[in-house]
């Protein structure tokens, strides 16, 4: 059974950083595509950040330059580092995973596996 556990999340006023992180068990394919979303009330859940098993990044324009994806050694934990945080990135963020790696970009909505998600709130 797979299972996405995020943590990090927190208030920060504009400006400040926060790290997600995104413990996965039970994932265990070699090709694969994982990624962020945010969510806020309302709205449709929008891609920020994803990451392929290639190695391949991708953001949305929004937070390129300020967020960074990246995997921990063992691959089973995915973080996203939130740096220059501004009010409009106060969301509910969510973890995401597929199994196939391709089209593995900020826009694409084809996941398989999501975590119960976060919540970011940033004031100004």
């Known amino acids: 059974q797979v299972q996405l556990v995020e943590s990090g999340g927190g208030s920060v006023q504009a400006g400040g950083s926060l790290r997600l992180s995104c413990a996965a068990s039970g994932f265990t394919y070699r090709t694969y595509c994982m990624g962020w979303f945010r969510q806020a009330p309302g709205e449709e859940r929008e891609g920020v950040a994803m990451?392929?098993?290639?190695?391949?990044?991708s953001y949305a324009d929004d937070v390129m330059g300020r967020f960074t994806i990246s995997q921990g050694n063992a691959n089973n934990t995915l973080y996203l580092q939130m740096n220059r945080l501004k009010p409009e990135d106060t969301d509910l963020y969510y973890c995401?995973?597929?199994?196939?790696?391709?089209?593995?970009?900020?826009?694409?909505?084809?996941?398989?596996?999501w975590g119960q998600g976060t919540q970011v709130t940033v004031s100004s």
């Open positions: 995401a995973a597929r199994r196939d790696p391709y089209d593995c970009y900020a826009g694409s909505r084809r996941v398989d596996y």
């Open positions: 990451l392929n098993s290639f190695g391949s990044t």
